[in-house]
C-alpha cells in the first residue's frame, strides 16, 4: 500500500571503481576475483612511512566522468583524509576529497519514462576503496570476520546528486541512465554484482504541497538498480508511517535486507565533522592543467542519450528500439555495423533485439562474445528482402549461422534451404494436398473461406516451409476455383 498523504525526496550517492590497471596511490593490481590480498603493497597497506603517488590515468578517468555528467572541472583539487577506524581501512583514514572535490555543478538530462528529466549532480571527487571484510565463507565465520585487502586502494569516483529524485522509480532508472553513461565513457565495468558500482540513497519525506525537506535517512551499498528501488520504496513507507503516528524520524544510516526485504538502523548518521577531516599532508594539492582538462572533454565518444536520438533520425527506428539499442556503447556499433553493410535498419534492429538478444540471454554471453558478426547477420537479412529465403526458414539459417559462425548464403546453399518459386514442384505439392484434404476442399467450394488457409498451411508444410508462399497461394486459389 502507499501512502499518498507523503510524497518522497530523493538525492543518490554513487560509487564507482575506475577502470585502471593499478590502484590509485600505488602499482597493485586492480584485477577483480585474485585470491585474497595477493594485490597489496606497504602502500595499500598503510604500512607506517608508506607514501602514496597519484595514478593520473584515475585522474583522467574522473576528468572524463566529469564532462560527460557536465560538472565544471577544477584546475586545483585537494585531498584530504577521512578519519574513522574500521578493520577493512588499515591507514585508520580513507583519503577522499573533501572541502575542494575535482568537479561540480553538473547535470544529466535526459528523456524519462515519465518525461523530460534534469538530474542536478552536485560534486564528483576522488577516493579510495576500502579493502573488504569477509563475513561469511569460511569453517570458522561463526567466529571469526576475516579481511581482503585487494580492493583497498582502488580508485572510485563518487557521484552525489542534488535532492531531485521524486519516487523510487525514478532514482532507479537516473542510476541505470548514469551506469550506461559511465560504461559508455570507458570509465567503469558497470558491474554491479561486483560492487564496481553501487549506490547509497537519500530519502526524506514531506507532506504532499509542501516543499521543507523532512529529516533524511541514508541507505547503504545498493547495488541493483531492483533493490534500489525496493529499499527507498519501504523506506518511503516506514517513514510515512511513522510521521503518520506524530513520531520523527532520525537521521540515520540504515541497510537494505535482500532476504527480509526490510531497511535496517546501521547505525546514527555520522556528520562531515566526526570524520575531523584534513588535508592530506603526503600529497600536494591536485594541480591540473586546463589545457590537459579540454584535451580530455575532445576525447570523449558520443553518450548514450544522443546516440539513441541519432538513432531515431538516422535510422528511421522507433525510439523504444534506439533506447534498448544503446544501452550498451558495444551493443550500439554492433547495430550500426549491421546497418552500415546492409541498408535496413529495422530489419538490423528486430534480429538484435530478438534472436540475437534471447542466444546471448541463453548462453550469457554478450554482444563482444558472440559468433555471429555484424557482417554476417547482414547477410541473413540480405537473403530473406530478396526473397531467397522465407521468415520461418530464415530463422533456422540464423541458429546455424551462431553455432557455426558460417555465412548464411553458405548455409542456405549447403542444406538446400533456397525458397522454393519452381512451379512444376509447387503445383505437384498443391496437387498432392488437395487430394489428401477432400474434405476441406468440399467445404471450401461450399463456401467456407477459412479452410483456404489450413491448405495453404498443409502445403507449406509438405514443402517444408520452403516454398514461395505467394506462388503457393495463388496456385492453390486457381485449382480449388477451377
Ligand atoms: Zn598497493
Known sequence: MVNTAYEPVIGLEI?????????????????????????VCPVCLGLPGALPVLNRRAVEFAIRASHALGCSVHPRSVFARKNYFYPDLPK????????????????????????????????????????????EGFPDSDRFTYVDFNRSGVPLIEIVTEPDLRSPADAAEFFSRLRAILVSIGVNDGNMEEGSLRCDANVSVRPVGTDTLGV???????????????ALEYEIERQSEVLQKGGTIEQETRLW???????????????????????????????LEPAWIDEIRQTLPELPDARRRRFVEQYAIPDYDARILTQSAAL????????????????????????LTRKMNEDGTDITEVPLTAERLAGLIR?????????????EVFEKMYASGGSAAEI???????????????????????????????????????????????????????????????????????
Not at 273 to 285: Q, V
Not at 333 to 347: H, L, V
Not at 383 to 395: E, N, Q, R
Open 257 to 287: 535486507d535482500t532476504a527480509s526485504g526490510r531497511t535496517f538502523t546501521m547505525r546514527g548518521k555520522e556528520e562531515a565533522h566526526d570524520y575531523r577531516y584534513f588535508p592530506e599532508p603526503d600529497l600536494a594539492p591536485l594541480e
Open 92 to 135: 585508520g583514514y580513507q583519503i577522499s576529497q573533501y572541502e575542494r572535490p575535482l568537479a561540480t555543478g553538473g547535470a544529466l538530462e535526459y528523456d524519462g519514462a515519465s518525461g523530460p528529466r534534469r538530474v542536478r549532480i552536485t560534486r564528483l571527487h576522488m577516493e579510495e576503496d576500502a579493502g573488504k571484510s569477509l563475513h
Open 216 to 230: 533524511k535517512t541514508e541507505v547503504k551499498n545498493l547495488n541493483s538498480f531492483r533493490y534500489v528501488q525496493r
Open 412 to 482: 542456405v546453399e549447403r542444406e538446400g534451404l533456397a525458397r522454393i518459386d519452381d512451379r512444376a514442384a509447387v503445383e505437384a505439392a498443391v496437387r498432392a494436398v488437395l487430394d489428401a484434404n477432400a474434405g476441406p476442399v468440399a467445404q471450401y467450394r461450399a463456401g467456407k473461406q477459412q479452410t483456404f488457409g489450413f491448405l495453404v498451411g498443409q502445403a507449406m508444410k509438405a514443402m517444408k516451409g520452403k516454398a514461395n508462399p505467394a506462388l503457393v497461394s495463388d496456385m492453390l486459389k486457381k485449382m480449388l476455383d477451377s
Open 15 to 39: 560509487h564507482a571503481q575506475l577502470l585502471t590497471a593499478t590502484k590509485i596511490f600505488c602499482g597493485c593490481s586492480t584485477r577483480f576475483g585474485a585470491d585474497p590480498n595477493m594485490q
Open 332 to 355: 550500439a556499433s554492433y547495430f550500426e555495423a549491421t546497418a552500415a553493410e546492409y541498408k535496413n535498419p529495422k530489419a538490423a534492429s528486430n534480429w538484435i533485439m530478438g534472436e
Open 383 to 395: 537473403l530473406v528482402d530478396s526473397g531467397t529465403i522465407s521468415g520461418p526458414i530464415a530463422k
